[in-house]
């Protein structure tokens, strides 16, 4: 069965950083689109990041645009999320998804393949 690992999560304080870190066991993310999501307490899990198995494109939730980059280092079979001007909206878990199913990439529904998900908590 497929592992997929997220890591790279912890506490920041608003304004700070962090860079998050997805991996599968035993392969590469070459060949398949990649993305992130997050949970809150009490709230759906929500699109975050996707970075296209084609091309290199990306899309990226309104409220973290200009602010999260989604990228892939295919040498270390990883996908990062590199985080910046964290707000205390931020806090999360967060959740890589691989294999892609088809339909609407922004729905959690329509990935097969989830790791156990990095929590990351800004303070104000």
């Known amino acids: 069965q497929v592992q997929v690992v997220e890591s790279g999560g912890g506490l920041v304080q608003a304004g700070g950083s962090l860079r998050l870190s997805c991996a599968a066991s035993?392969?590469?993310?070459?060949?398949?689109?990649v993305a992130w999501f997050r949970q809150a307490p009490g709230e759906d899990r929500e699109f975050v990041a996707v970075?296209?198995?084609?091309?290199?494109?990306?899309n990226y939730a309104d409220s973290v645009k200009a602010r999260f980059t989604i990228s892939r280092d295919n040498a270390e079979v990883t996908v990062y999320l590199q985080m910046n001007n964290l707000k205390p909206e931020d806090t999360a878990v967060y959740y890589c998804?691989?294999?892609?199913?088809?339909?609407?990439?922004?729905?959690?529904?329509?990935?097969?393949?989830w790791g156990q998900g990095t929590q990351v908590t800004v303070s104000s």
């Open positions: 998804a691989a294999q892609f199913r088809g339909g609407i990439v922004f729905s959690h529904e329509n990935w097969g393949f």
């Open positions: 035993g392969r590469t993310f070459q060949t398949t689109s």
């Open positions: 970075s296209y198995k084609n091309g290199g494109q990306t």
